[in-house]
Structure formats: C-alpha cells, structure tokens
C-alpha cells in the first residue's frame, strides 16, 4: 500500500530559498509493512539514504512530520494554536466535545494526534538508524542530522505524554504488526525525551543557535534541546535542572526581541522578524498556498483577506486579565460604575455602536436591554476606554470594540453589525454577525496585498514552537517552586518591561507578597503572553488547573459582555488526560485505556 502526501518547502537558504517541494510516499518497498518514509519517484526503502541528496531529503521528511495534520480543507489540523480553544486564553466558535462534555474514546482529534505524532517517530528512528549504516554524507553533517532526529522523535514523544500521560516507545523502525508494545509509564516517556534532548546536547557537530539568514536556520540547535529538555524537566519538577537548562539557553545566544521599543511585542510576530534571536524552534512556513500556516484560515475573519471562518475566538476571560499600566487590575467597574452587579445579559447596552437605528433600538429592548444607560452619541467612546491604557498585548493579540482592523480594506469592530454604512469605514464581517466576540490578531495577515496574501491558504509566517520568553516565564516558575522569589521576579520583568506594563514590586498593586501570589502571577503572565502561540491548553494541563480556570460554574464560549452562547460541562478529573484512541486499542490489545473513559 502507498499513502502519498505532499511535502511542505523546508527553510534551507537566506531569506526564502527552501528545499525542493517534494512528493513524499510513505512506501512499503521489501517489506509491505515497513514503516519507512522515502523521496519522489519510489525509491526502494533500502536506498533512501545512500547519497547525499537523498540523506538532505529524507531528513526533510521527518521534520514534515512537525506539518502533518496542517492543512487547509477544515479546522481539524494540529497546528498548535488549536489548542487555545481548549485553555483559558481561548474560545472555539461553536460546540467542541471537549468542553460540552461529549468527548469519547472514539475522538477524532485524539486518533488524529496520537497517529500524526507516531509517523513523526517513526520518521526519526528511521533517519536515527540508517543514516549511520547508508548515508555516504560528511561525518558532520550525519552526526549532525542524527541529533536533529533525537532532537524531533523527543518533541513528538514529548507531545504524546503531555496529552495521553504514558504511551508505548518505540526506538527502532518497526513494522506495523510489530506495533504491539503496551504504554510506558508517564514518568519513563519523561525519561525518554530527556535522554534524546541529552543525546543532542551532547553532540559536538550541532549549533549553539543559527543566527538570522544562515541557510540552516530552521533547524534543530542546542539552544532549543535545551529550552525543550527544561520543559520536559518543568513536567517532572525537577526544577534545579530545568533552571541549569534556562540558563544554558540564555547563554547560546538567545533573548527577547525589543528591536522595535514598544512596538515589540506586536511586530516579534510579522514575517520580518520570525528569525529574531527569541525564535527558538518554530514550524516552518512559505510564501506559497498550501504549504504555510492554517492561521489567517481559522482565526481570521470574513473582512480578512480570504475572507476567513473565525472559528477560534478569544474569550471574555483572558482579555480582562491584562492589566491596566500602572500594574493595577484591570476592573470594569471602574469604566462603567455598577457594571459586575448587573446581570451578564443586560451589559450588552454598554457594548452598542453609536446612533442606532429606529430598528436596532426596538430590537435591544426586546431583549430585555434597559436603553436609559445607553449613550447615542457616546456609547462608544464609553466603552473605549475600557482598552485604554492596559498592557500593550492586548491590542496586539485582540481585535476590541471599536478598534480599527485593516483587513482587505480599513474596517471597524462595531456591534451591532451592518451589511451597509453610511460610515466611511465599514464594519468589520465576521461568520457569527449576530455574535460579538473578541477577534484575533495574532498571526492573522494584514491589508489585502501587504504580504502578497492570495488567499486564506496562504501563511507565509513561521509558528513559533519555543521562544524566548516562553523559557523566561517557565525559568520565573522553577525558580520560584525553589524559593527564589527575588530571582525569579526579576525575569518575570523582563517579559513585563517589553509588554509595557509595570514592573513587579513597583508599586502596592504591582508587590510580590510571596512564593503562592508569584506563582498566580507568573501563570496569568503566561496566560496574556502567548494568546494564539498554543501553550496555555498545556499549561493548564500541567498545572491541574483546568477545572477552576475553564470549567468553572457558568462559563462557556461567550460573547464579549460574558453571556454564555454554549456552556462548558467537566465530565471529570479523567480529561487531564486525553483518551487512547479505541481504534489503536483495537489494533494493539496491549494498550490500556487511562482511567475514567468509557465507550
């Protein structure tokens, strides 16, 4: 059997030079069940790395495996920032089993992830073997490859524990019925990942880092083995060595990019700086359709260039986290006196464009809406300053009432949405019209040809898998799980100096009183840091934390005054861990399913 897919360019030159696209082939050669990943034009598995060319191509493939599950015909893919919809920071636009309780063991997304993350395996053990034994390349380069495959068969074995908590390890290439191992511990996954990212660290052939341009930037370095065997270190909380691992990341070179003052933050995620000194490890993405990032499909909007789904949204909660600038929580009521009192549903008045209609009137008071509090000529400007002031993030990670958004032509988030205007600007579109949620602006493209967008298919933008601030912020936590609460504010402030906010312990609002508020404080500084980026779903894994931060009595996918559109259900403790797909455990009778689910 030949199941054909198609291979994303890899980043290979200065600038946009790529690798070839290739047509890769997960072939059956000699043995119909090998599991071997082999070039265009069928070469026979026992020769995919006898020249040199072929070793550059077969290592191509297995970081392919990073792209697998990305594509462009429906919102199923695994580009991490699908995960958000499943975290505090973010929202799904319509029901998603996960939340409304109505996920089973015949998931498809746990299927989809658990079979994508193995091919990437056996795509690296495939490379970790037989470059060694065939290829004819430099000793270099293979000792160097070799540690890449260590580096990538880690990520994905890292991927598979955080979800699943214990799944089977497999080292060699295997046939498929030889997939028959039963799952390891948790704790030996852990293990596992750290001996690859181990391995890698010490391979003298491999980079500290690449600097930008360098033709091999893109892949694998020690400062990214590092930065990711200091997670994998945060998992098992041995917080010592995840701090030694931190440092060593600092010290390869790598550091938060302020290049811009205080347009950092929202500049770091333009294409001109995806190869700055904090991009530590990222998918690689082109200026092509079909082989970039799914980003501008799902989280853009009907105004976006391509005209978008929205499907992913952010919620309610995370946008009222970020802070005012003095460091002073940010508080409605302080905005719109009397406002957390009144009932969720009546503070949709506050949120009402200006100068509505006859019509528009009539339909807010049907809902039950008291027009005395709403301004005609005014509302707006009222709830302006609600965004006012706050940490700079905000509004480069969300598009907010009034806000001006520069899709194919300059457009304004007003609600009530109109399909005409008599305004100069049009409304933002969005495919929930009769919703009002908060927009992302993240890694959703700009202007109808400012980076040559041709359509929604098109994400020329890398996605960043580690990067600097993310290992700052998990530094902050290790060393404040040790007890160095000084130590750890310090890099607390670092990522709080570039978001434009106060420093911690500047000022009454702003004082660390202990090792408990620190660690509340370094976890809503993760939560507004990287909206979009796919870490907060894992982080609130991580910190068993989901239940009160996502599930808690009356939340849901809201729209922006926090009515509940679909509420949320816990099913049990049992979703900290996602479910063996029952297709595998039909397929190896040796996988046992973890506790709680049920058919």
């Known amino acids: ?75 199923s893919n695994r580009e991490l920032y699908h995960y958000d919809r499943l975290g505090m920071s973010g929202q799904p636009r319509g029901a998603d089993a996960f ?46 490859y070799t540690a890449e495959a260590k580096f990538l068969r880690a990520y994905y074995y890292f991927r598979l524990n955080q979800l699943f908590k214990g799944v089977p390890v497999y080292l060699e290439p295997v046939s498929l019925d030889e997939l ?35 033709t091999n930037f893109g892949h694998v370095t020690k400062g990214a083995a590092y930065a990711l065997r200091g997670k994998a270190y945060m998992y098992t909380k041995q917080w010592q060595l995840a701090v030694t691992d931190f440092q060593n990341v600092k010290t390869a070179g790598y550091k938060l990019f302020t290049d811009a003052g205080a347009d950092s933050y929202r500049l770091l995620f333009k294409l001109a700086n995806e190869q700055s000194d904090e991009m530590i490890f990222s998918i690689q993405h082109m200026d092509q359709s079909g082989y970039g990032s799914t980003t501008q499909f799902f989280c853009g909007n009907r105004s976006s260039a391509g005209s978008c789904w929205n499907i992913f949204l952010i919620s309610p909660d995370v946008v009222e986290l970020y802070e005012n600038k003095d460091g002073s929580k940010f508080n409605w009521d302080k905005i719109i006196p009397g406002y957390s009192a009144m009932p969720v549903n009546k503070r949709e008045v506050y949120f009402l464009r200006n100068n509505l209609t006859a019509a528009e009137i009539t339909a807010m008071t049907a809902k039950g809406l008291d027009m005395s509090l709403y301004l005609p000529t005014g509302n707006e400007q009222r709830v302006l300053q609600a965004y006012e002031n706050r940490d700079l993030r905000l509004k480069a990670n969300v598009i907010t ?44 493209y700009e202007g109808a040809a400012g980076v040559e967008i041709v359509n929604r298919a098109y994400g020329p933008i890398d996605f960043p898998l580690i990067r600097y601030a993310d290992v700052l912020l998990m530094w902050a936590e290790a060393l404040n799980e040790l007890g160095s609460t000084t130590e750890a504010t310090a890099l607390v402030n670092e990522v709080r100096a570039r978001a434009g906010i106060a420093l911690l312990n500047s000022s009454a609002a702003t004082t660390v009183t202990g090792q408990a508020d620190l660690r509340q404080r370094i976890r809503n500084e993760r939560r507004v840091e990287f909206v979009n980026e796919g870490i907060d779903y894992f982080d609130e894994l991580r910190w068993q934390s989901l239940k009160e931060s996502v599930f808690y009595t009356g939340n849901g996918v809201k729209q922006i005054w926090g009515t509940v559109v679909t509420p949320y259900i816990w099913q049990g403790d049992y979703l900290y861990k996602w479910p063996v797909p029952q297709v595998e455990i039909e397929r190896n009778s040796n996988l046992l399913q973890n506790p709680g689910w049920q058919n």
């Open 1 to 75: 059997m030949k199941l054909n897919i198609t291979l994303s360019k890899v980043k290979s030159g200065l600038g946009k030079l790529r690798f070839p696209v290739l047509a890769l082939a997960l072939l059956t050669s000699c043995d119909p069940d090998l599991l071997d990943t082999e070039p265009y034009g069928s070469v026979a598995s026992g020769n995919m790395w006898t020249t040199d060319n072929l070793t550059n191509l077969g290592m191509t493939g297995v970081y392919h495996g990073l792209r697998l599950g990305i594509n462009t015909g429906d919102a």
């Open 180 to 214: 028959t191992k039963g799952r390891e511990t948790e704790e030996k996954v852990w293990e596992q990942v750290i001996a690859d990212l181990t391995d890698a660290i010490n391979e003298p052939a491999l980079p500290l880092k690449y600097a930008k341009g360098n």
């Open 401 to 444: 009432p009034y806000s001006d958004y520069n899709g194919i032509t300059p457009t304004i988030s007003r609600w009530p949405y109109r399909t005409t205007s008599n305004t100069v600007i049009p409304d933002l579109r969005t495919d929930t019209g009769n919703l009002f949620y908060y927009l992302h602006r993240k890694f959703v």
């Open 99 to 144: 939340l409304t309780g109505t996920v089973t063991v015949s998931n498809g997304t746990a299927s989809s992830v658990w079979s994508e993350l193995y091919e990437g395996i056996h795509r690296a053990n495939d490379a970790i073997k037989n470059i060694a034994l065939k290829s004819p390349s430099s000793a270099e380069k293979k000792a160097r």
